[in-house]
């Protein structure tokens, strides 16, 4: 399950806004929101690369965690 360090989140809306950019290019996506560590983690069927630049357009910088 690919992992993100996601800067910007600080809220439930944020929580929302970003599943909302997950889920619009992979509405089978599993999104899992640590919203106290700024980590995202996402079960898809969608390239990295899509999901970090879904989450980027939603407001918030998605870098890939090692």
Do not use: W
Not at 38 to 54: C, F, L, W
């Amino acid at each position: 399950m690919p992992s993100f360090d996601v800067k910007g989140m600080s809220c439930n809306h944020c929580v929302k806004s970003v599943t909302a950019a997950v889920q619009a290019i992979d509405p089978a996506a599993r999104i899992d929101v640590d919203l106290a560590q700024g980590v995202v983690k996402v079960e898809s069927g969608q390239p990295a690369a899509a999901i970090a630049q879904a989450i980027g357009e939603a407001g918030y910088e998605a870098t890939p965690r090692a």
